[in-house]
Nanobody, 122 residues
Framework: QVQLVESGGGLVQAGGSLRLSCAAS????????MGWFRQAPGKEREFVAA????????YYAAFVKGRFTISRDKAKNTVYLQMNSLKPEDTAVYYC???????????????WGQGTQVTVSS
């Protein structure tokens, strides 16, 4: 069982940066792949980024490549999403997720956090 708690959301102007954090509990954190999804008002939840359990493999949605970076700190049981060059269309609730499958973490993760709001003003 993995429990996830996100933080770091907020209001930022277009072009600005935010770093989201996701603190995970559970002894198996270091064996799980981690990811981020987002859901904008009126839209379906969509995949943003994923990182493998080892940290050696990452994968990004096309719309965030070059702007967002996912990373993890195993010692702190935390995964991060550094978001740069933010755009108004990045406004959404961002959810942390985990799954022990590399396919699952990008499509239908088993575990979810409660979400953190990111609002980008123009």
């Amino acid at each position: 069982q993995v429990q996830l708690v996100e933080s770091g959301g907020g209001l930022v102007q277009a072009g600005g940066s935010l770093r989201l954090s996701c603190a995970a509990s559970g002894r198996t954190f270091n064996t799980y792949n981690m990811g981020w999804f987002r859901q904008a008002p009126g839209k379906e939840r969509e995949f943003v980024a994923a990182i493998s359990w080892s940290g050696g493999l990452t994968y990004y949605a096309a719309f965030v490549k070059g702007r967002f970076t996912i990373s993890r700190d195993k010692a702190k049981n935390t995964v991060y999403l550094q978001m740069n060059s933010l755009k108004p269309e990045d406004t959404a609730v961002y959810y942390c997720s985990s799954d022990n499958s590399w396919v699952g973490i990008r499509q239908a993760p088993d575990y979810w956090g409660q979400g953190t709001q990111v609002t980008v003003s123009s």
